[in-house]
DNA sequence: AAGTCGGGGCT
DNA sequence: AGCCCAGACTT
């Protein structure tokens, strides 16, 4: 037996979880039932529902017979509501062609629908004993951590490697124990974030705690570039003090003081005299700046103004500050760091 | 290979 | 406000 087999069988056995609805049993159906609840849902989620459900469908000719209608009821509020009619038609297909008997062949039990190799693998181990490895979320993030595997799970070569090396580490018996343990070591110890490594039996084979990679791995799912804007600022001065606007309160910087924008089309000195009735001449110009949100990047091009002439009443919107008190001031990052830009320019 | 399904917990 | 969860299926 490889050596992590070993040590998870024992570390299943102190630490692992004994008690839940579906593991009193060896009933194949009932089994199913939980893996299928269990998909991208959590255990904490499943209980009630998985209670509820067995109750009124205890067998697979009591849910072969029930209209779909009831058993979305049953299903309703868990989510990912194909599941339910995936379940529900395969009970009907194991009535149909399976004498009503759950199939034990690895391969004909994935031909269920809504049995994937994982489901299909995790079945035959709780409910048959027989020698399969599941491939879940928790376990891709223990065994890229324990082999150091590079790249996002998601990914097709990455997940062969994974599915490769989840077989190559089987134990020849107590698999029930083994697969249990996987999973149960991947939701409680090598979470996702901070995994407990102090209390981890793996810890000294473990690739990605060697290599202090634990924290990066497995590699999250790669994300679309975001979308990118581009906007002006105006950074008008007046003896030694800049012009503030508040911001609408809905949008981005919802409510804030700023600076005065200008769509990046328009020429400054034109737009600041028919909207600020104010005469200024372009200084130098301040290198421009990205600022990443959540959902998009802004490309912000700063343009210094310097005012000419009489300074009109600010509106209510509107406010000079003194270079120094903007930079102490509650403004967005960005535009505190043109102003900070901007101070260190002029002396 | 990428999109879809989904409510809920976690950060 | 994303990201992820005992994935599988469709496009």
Known sequence: MSDFAEKLIA??????????????????????????????????????????????????????????????????????????????????????????????????????????????????????????????GNVKRVLARLYAVEGWPGLPDVEKKLWQIAESVLPSQGLPAYVQGLMDFGATLCTRSKPNCHRCPMQASCLAYQQQMVSVLPAPKPRKALPEKQTTVLMILDAGEILLERRPNHGIWGGLWSLPELSPSALAVPHVKTTFDMDVEPLETLPVLWHTFTHFKLEITPQPLLLQGKRPPPAPNQQWLALEDAVAAALPTPVRTLIKELQQLRF
Not at 19 to 42: C, F, G, N
Not at 62 to 69: G, R, T
Request: charged share 20%; glycine share 4%.
């Open 11 to 136: 570390w299943q056995q102190a630490h692992g979880r004994h008690d839940l609805p579906w593991q009193q049993t060896r009933d194949p159906y009932a089994i199913w039932v939980s893996e299928i609840m269990l998909q991208q849902t959590q255990v904490s989620a499943v209980i009630a529902y998985y209670d509820r459900f067995m109750q009124r469908f205890p067998t697979i000719a009591s849910l072969a017979e029930a209209e779909q209608d009831e058993v979305m009821r049953y299903w309703s509020g868990l989510g990912y509501y194909s599941r339910a009619r995936n379940l529900h038609h395969a009970a009907q297909t194991i009535m149909r062609e399976h004498c009503g008997i759950f199939p034990t062949d690895f391969d004909t039990i994935q031909t269920l629908k809504g049995i994937g190799r994982s489901t299909a693998a995790a079945i035959s181990v709780f409910a048959f004993n027989q020698r399969q490895t599941i491939l879940d």
